[in-house]
């Protein structure tokens, strides 16, 4: 399988290539100051530097190999969040130094899949199957005891903060298919923010609040899978005026965690080669 690594630029409207590969790729990163990527490939994660290195580096994981698409880095560029089921056989939130080092576990309990962090930089936000339910949990980034805020109507997944911390988006399918929703960072205010016959997924809102983009499959489109037509939206934070950016072959990987520039005028992600 061929991935590309791609910037879409919103003010040109032009996708430049940064990085092709004969490997699987997933879930790009855009660094706090603006100078790297992280993704993932191979059960590690990879480094790409945006002073023209042609080829990524490894990050030093430490005993775990195993991560996959659900990882970050944290607000103030210090600290990658990974998860990555090497230790216990199911997904399980490690963080660890942003140039490597030796996973610190965070979640107690498996399978959990990180998707946001608090802009704070004390709470991460992510997706966790407790009891055959897949919901929105929080938990802080030093350790703890873990907060439920969905409620297991539907499978909800892929929660991400406003960056003013008041508020997490996230998709569940509770109305019948995927759709986006938002509620405080508390689980209180539920709001359905898309209506559509699309099946959404992943939304992350802009670094300024006021857009949010995400990942749009066809009607009918069960789950989060990889190869298929989709599109990368933008819409309103007030949840109108959705737009498509990219129409691309991809869908798992091309953007499942955080990936906006932080000038918030460009943003990355994953396109598939098609068969």
Same mark, same amino acid.
């Given at each position: 399988?061929?991935?590309?690594?791609? $910037?879409?630029?919103?003010?040109?409207? #032009?996708?430049?290539?940064?990085?092709? =590969? /004969?490997? !699987?790729?997933e879930a790009p990163n855009w660094s706090p100051?603006?100078?790297?990527? *992280?993704?993932?490939?191979?059960?590690?994660?990879?480094?790409?530097? !945006?002073?023209?290195?042609?080829?990524?580096?490894? $990050?030093?994981?430490?005993?775990?190999?195993?991560?996959?698409?659900?990882?970050?880095?944290?607000?103030?560029?210090?600290?990658?969040? $990974?998860? /990555?089921?090497?230790? =216990?056989?199911?997904?399980?939130?490690?963080? +660890?130094? *942003?140039?490597?080092?030796?996973?610190?576990?965070?979640?107690?309990?498996?399978?959990?899949?990180?998707?946001?962090?608090?802009?704070?930089?004390? =709470?991460?936000?992510?997706?966790? @199957?407790?009891?055959?339910?897949?919901d929105i949990h929080t938990v802080p980034v030093?350790? &703890? #005891? @873990?907060?439920?805020?969905?409620?297991?109507?539907g499978e909800s997944d892929g929660p991400d903060? =406003?960056?003013?911390?008041?508020? $997490?988006?996230?998709?569940?399918?509770?109305?019948?298919?995927?759709?986006?929703?938002?509620?405080?960072?508390?689980?209180?205010?539920? @709001?359905?923010?898309?209506?559509?016959?699309?099946?959404?997924?992943?939304?992350?809102?802009?670094?300024?609040?006021?857009? *949010?983009?995400?990942?749009?499959?066809?009607?009918?489109?069960? &789950?989060?899978?990889?190869?298929? #037509? *989709? #599109?990368?939206?933008?819409?309103?934070?007030?949840?109108?005026?959705?737009?498509? !950016?990219?129409? +691309?072959?991809?869908?798992?990987?091309?953007?499942?965690?955080?990936?906006?520039?932080?000038? &918030?005028?460009?943003?990355?992600?994953?396109?598939?080669?098609?068969?």
């Open positions: 399988m061929r991935s590309s690594l791609e $910037i879409h630029d919103l003010g040109s409207g #032009e996708n430049r290539l940064l990085y092709a =590969t /004969d490997r !699987l790729i100051d603006g100078r790297f990527l *992280v993704f993932n490939g191979d059960g590690r994660l990879w480094r790409l530097d !945006l002073d023209g290195t042609a080829e990524p580096a490894a $990050i030093d994981t430490g005993f775990a190999v195993d991560c996959n698409n659900d990882h970050g880095i944290s607000p103030d560029g210090r600290t990658l969040v $990974i998860s /990555d089921a090497t230790e =216990t056989g199911r997904s399980c939130i490690y963080t +660890l130094p *942003v140039a490597g080092g030796t996973p610190r576990r965070v979640t107690a309990r498996t399978p959990s899949y990180w998707h946001g962090w608090s802009p704070d930089g004390a =709470t991460l936000a992510y997706c966790a @199957e407790r009891g055959g339910a897949f030093a350790g &703890g #005891e @873990e907060a439920r805020l969905t409620d297991g109507k903060y =406003t960056p003013d911390g008041r508020w $997490i988006w996230f998709n569940s399918s509770r109305s019948g298919h995927m759709q986006l929703w938002r509620m405080r960072a508390d689980g209180a205010a539920l @709001e359905r923010m898309t209506d559509d016959d699309r099946s959404n997924w992943f939304p992350h809102p802009s670094p300024d609040g006021a857009s *949010v983009l995400f990942l749009a499959y066809a009607a009918g489109v069960e &789950g989060h899978p990889r190869d298929h #037509e *989709v #599109e990368l939206r933008l819409m309103d934070a007030a949840g109108s005026e959705a737009r498509t !950016l990219v129409a +691309l072959f991809g869908g798992q990987g091309s953007i499942n965690v955080p990936c906006w520039a932080p000038d &918030g005028r460009r943003f990355a992600f994953v396109r598939y080669g098609r068969p």
